[in-house]
């Protein structure tokens, strides 16, 4: 099955142009099986598709519900929670990574690097927290490989990682517009129709294979070296955010500890 499994909607990410419908129809035309949506810290995007789609059109498509984590030390992380779980936690950003970690785990879920080569900050493996624990590659579960929107050399590195630490590899394209819907693609041997199904997949040793080419419209692309600021500037946003969040986060935490 062919799915893209780093998508952002309009109804989930305020950055993208591409509804929910959109990118099904784009998708299909390319011979897709399905998706991951991958918003920023929102399930809003799966949530339209659950209400208005599921079920009643294109039941021969699979969109699947993921979410794109910015953590408060090591990067963005996609993530993937069992069906069942709300998992109201995860659209409270500013977890570390090791309590993400913790958190997904127990659940039954599973994570790894968005971009994880990619801009300082954003990306685990140019974040002070990777520096200082090496290990941590050890505790994900799989590792986007490829991005559309980052470099070559950036992508080959990360490919380089997941082979050294044997891990199943992730291609999206990272769309927030339609010109690069279908610039990535992931494989998977088995069928995949749910997030039950995904995460068994992986859990299972289950191999994937990824293309993707580059796609060449993103931010830094046109701001050349001025993205410096851009991406200092969305450190800053993300730190905010995160304090922002604080009390929110602690109180599904406490939620989510005595769960367990």
């Known amino acids: 099955m062919k799915f893209d499994m780093h998508c952002h909607t309009h109804e989930g990410s305020?950055?993208?142009?591409?509804?929910?419908?959109?990118?099904?129809?784009?998708?299909r035309d390319q011979g897709y099986n399905g998706m991951l949506v991958t918003d920023h810290n929102s399930y809003n995007g799966y949530r339209y598709y659950r209400d208005y789609i599921?079920?009643?059109?294109?039941?021969?498509?699979?969109?699947?519900?993921?979410?794109?984590?910015?953590?408060?030390?090591?990067?963005?992380?996609?993530?993937?929670?069992?069906s069942i779980e709300e998992?109201?936690?995860?659209?409270?950003?500013?977890?570390?990574?090791?309590?993400?970690?913790?958190?997904?785990?127990?659940?039954?879920?599973?994570?790894g690097p968005a971009h994880p080569c990619g801009e300082n900050f954003l990306s685990i493996y140019n974040t002070g927290k990777f520096k200082t624990d090496r290990s941590l590659t050890r505790e994900f579960d799989f590792i986007e490989a490829f991005n559309s929107c980052e470099d070559y050399p950036d992508n080959d590195k990360a490919r380089v990682i997941a082979q050294i630490y044997n891990?199943?590899?992730?291609?999206?394209?990272?769309?927030?517009?339609?010109s690069s819907v279908g610039t990535a693609a992931?494989?998977?041997?088995g069928d995949i129709t749910s997030e039950d199904d995904l995460i068994n997949y992986i859990k299972s040793g289950g191999k994937t294979t990824i293309e993707g080419e580059r796609?060449?419209?993103?931010?830094?692309?046109?701001?050349?070296?001025?993205?410096?600021?851009?991406?200092?500037?969305?450190?800053?946003?993300?730190?905010?955010?995160?304090?922002?969040?604080?009390?929110?986060?602690?109180?599904?935490?406490k939620k989510h500890k005595r769960g367990n």
């Open 167 to 178: 891990k199943p590899m992730f291609s999206g394209s990272d769309s927030h517009r339609e």
């Open 87 to 111: 998992s109201i936690l995860m659209e409270k950003r500013g977890l570390k990574i090791e309590t993400l970690i913790d958190v997904v785990h127990s659940r039954g879920g599973i994570l």
């Open 186 to 189: 992931t494989y998977f041997e």
């Open 215 to 253: 796609w060449y419209g993103t931010t830094k692309d046109h701001l050349g070296i001025f993205n410096k600021s851009l991406v200092y500037g969305f450190f800053l946003y993300n730190k905010a955010g995160a304090l922002a969040k604080t009390y929110r986060r602690r109180k599904e935490y």
């Open 54 to 82: 599921r079920g009643k059109k294109y039941k021969d498509f699979y969109m699947l519900r993921g979410i794109e984590y910015d953590t408060f030390n090591a990067g963005h992380f996609i993530v993937v929670m069992p």
């Open 14 to 27: 305020p950055d993208s142009k591409v509804s929910v419908e959109r990118y099904i129809k784009l998708l």
